[in-house]
């Protein structure tokens, strides 16, 4: 079974560092995959390539935000050289970097489950790909850097609030240990970018900023479909259907580039089964990342085909969040009505999502052998997550019980609107005791979590929370009952589920009619101790069954795999938010304080206690809803 070790770091004499006149640009996609003849950049259907060349718009009196040191040092880029005047010049765009050579990517998608055909690096610029010192190749990008034959009716740019989200999360995941692009810099400016961030007809003027990503390749789970035949549905094809040698080409040069071990492999000798391992490291790629972001609690919110990595790398960071009050069905995107990308449909998405990149090699790869392949998706997934979630509950040892011992966690933690993050690290409140007859002080953890439970109103709140606006509801209902057929052309779904949903806020607003204050904490206590008491259980069945091991030992043991599994410190969506309206006012500091606190998550030696960073946030900017304007 794959496995995502980490390389082991560098001795200190190999590394090299560069210039920025200097560094080892080796464009090798550019010379290898079809370019675009078109050289003007004008918004259009590019046929038979998986690039075009472009050029990035300047930015005006571009400024640096802020910078990753860790990020910019795989690139061959010191400390030192940040601190050049011309530094945001060369990462707004102003200047180009010599040796790069800018590109926008080609690729489509399906974007909440309708095929919606070329999509494209629309505000994304490959600016080249650098070969480090030790070997390792790093493709670079900007987000943000103006208009590209993808655009379509966008302007290519990037603002301030966006920006400095990705730029945060981004390093914030690495940290964590998530599978993820990374984020070199980020350089804002007086550039004026109009945005409508809700939605809403209120437009408002920001702040244009260009973030530069850092990946080993930006090639997504779209780039496979552009020779997709016409959808049933959407009627939409990809863009090269008529030029179908561009797909080989393309599955050639990932796996060769990427995926070399199996590119070189002697027991590969055809290439059907090369795609197979291919598609199948893929599969598994997928499976550990979203393992990990069921983990941590992270919602992606935007988990189409075009923002699924070929590598297994969380990508394009717009309305995600950290779960702070849990809920199975939270979701941050505004435009996600009908949850498709909810915390708990994460792992079926990712499955969903590899269908559609099975169908969209299916000519080099016949279905019938990817879909046996996919199979192991939910093996890859449970031997990664059932580890990771023993390990947040401090249990050294394995047992059929678990499972369900974390179903049921996550489910008393749903029914009470419990932080989720607060709940894992506070579990070690939880101590080992040498028999059962041994007091312990069960009660403290109890005391402790029920100040992490939302309130009755905020459960009312959610539970009467339509899944699509009420006033959009009953004019949708009033067209499925006057005519089923307009609404089917309309949504392209069954109406059925409009039915469901005022029958389910029928129910639910007689149950919230019962919901008090004191009804609510009596039954969060219940609740709580009844989870408890299963896990005392466990606990106690683990010392017995670890006897041979000091119990100091194993306590202390148990601690560390908990502090080194629960972060203390995750990018909620109000923290960068304080960062955002910060900057907006040119005050850079937070967006520094905090990249300094995400790069040690799990330490308790960190601290910004005065901030709160460690605490459950305000429940009314808990778990707030983010557009993909955001």
């Known amino acids: ?20 006149e200097t560094l080892p640009f080796d464009n090798l996609a550019l010379r290898s995959l079809p370019i675009d003849p078109i050289k003007e950049n004008y918004v259009r259907i590019v046929n038979g390539a998986c690039f075009s060349m472009v050029q990035p718009a300047p930015l005006k009196n571009p400024v640096l935000v802020s910078y990753s040191k860790e990020a910019i040092e795989l690139l061959g880029i010191n400390e030192d050289e940040a601190k050049r005047p011309d530094f945001a010049e060369y990462f707004a765009g102003n200047k180009l970097l010599p040796g790069s050579q800018p590109a926008a990517h080609c690729y489509v998608g399906h974007q909440f489950g309708s095929f919606a055909g070329q999509l494209g690096d629309g505000r994304a610029m490959y600016l080249g790909e650098i070969l480090n010192s030790e070997g390792d190749r790093w493709e670079i990008q900007f987000k943000g850097a103006g208009k590209t034959p993808y655009s379509r009716t966008a302007d290519g740019r990037a603002v301030l609030r966006s920006s400095i989200r990705e730029f945060l999360c981004s390093e914030a995941m690495f940290h964590l240990g998530v599978p993820t692009t990374r984020a070199g810099t980020l350089v804002t400016s007086d550039t004026p970018v109009e945005r409508d961030p809700n939605y809403d007809g209120h437009v408002i003027e920001e702040k244009g900023t260009v973030v530069l990503r850092i990946a080993p390749s930006f090639i997504r789970f779209g780039s496979f479909q552009i020779c997709n035949a016409a959808d049933d549905r959407t009627e939409r094809p990809g863009p090269s259907y008529f030029q179908p040698q561009v797909l080989p080409i393309l599955l050639d040069y990932t796996i060769k580039t990427l995926f070399p071990h199996i590119f070189n492999s002697a027991e590969i000798t055809n290439n059907e089964d090369r795609y197979a391992a291919f598609f199948k490291e893929v599969v598994e790629r997928t499976a550990v990342m979203v393992s990990l972001w069921q983990a941590y609690g992270f919602v992606h919110g935007v988990m189409n085909t075009d923002n699924m990595s070929i590598l297994g790398l969380t990508i394009d960071y717009g309305p995600f969040g950290f779960l702070s009050e849990f809920s199975f069905d939270y979701t941050p995107n505004t435009s996600d009505k009908e949850g498709r990308y909810s915390y708990k449909n994460q792992p079926d998405m990712c499955y969903w999502n590899l269908e559609k990149l099975a169908e969209g090699i299916s000519k080099q790869l016949p279905l019938a052998r990817s879909k046996e392949i996919l199979t192991q998706f939910w093996t890859v997934f449970n031997h990664h997550y059932n580890p990771k979630m023993r390990a947040k509950l401090g249990l050294m040892d394995e047992q059929e019980e678990d499972v369900d011992l974390i ?39 109890l005391d402790f979590i029920l100040t992490q439970t939302c309130s009755a109103q905020a459960l009312i ?74 896990y005392r259980r466990r606990l106690d069945g683990m010392v017995k069954n670890l006897a041979s091991v000091d119990l100091g030992e194993l306590r202390e043991r148990r601690r560390v795999s908990m502090d080194s599994h629960n972060p203390k410190f995750i990018l909620r969506n109000y923290m960068a938010q304080v960062a955002i309206e910060k900057a907006e006012k040119g005050d850079f500091s937070e967006v520094n304080r905090l990249l300094d606190l995400l790069r040690e998550p799990f330490s308790e030696g960190i601290q910004y206690e005065e901030f709160g960073y460690d605490k459950r946030p305000p429940e009314h900017i808990s778990c707030p809803s983010l557009s993909c304007s955001s």
Do not use: C
């Open 1 to 20: 079974m794959m496995t995502l070790d980490s390389k082991l770091p560098p001795q200190a004499s190999s590394k090299r560092w560069y210039t920025l």
């Open 461 to 534: 709140e959610r539970m009467e929370k339509p899944k699509v606006p009420l006033r959009q509801l009953y004019m949708l209902l009033s067209i499925a009952k006057q005519s089923p057929q307009l609404f089917m052309s309309l949504t392209g779904s069954d109406p059925s589920f409009i039915f469901e949903e005022i029958e389910r806020l029928e129910v639910v607003r007689e149950q919230t009619k019962h919901i008090t204050p004191e009804k609510k904490l009596d039954s969060d206590r219940k609740e709580w101790t009844e989870w408890a008491a299963k």
């Open 407 to 445: 179903r049921s966690l996550l489910e008393t933690m749903d029914k009470t609107g419990t932080d989720f993050n607060n709940t894992f690290r506070n579990l070690k409140l939880f101590t080992l005791r040498s028999s059962d007859s041994e007091p312990v002080r069960d009660e403290d953890f």
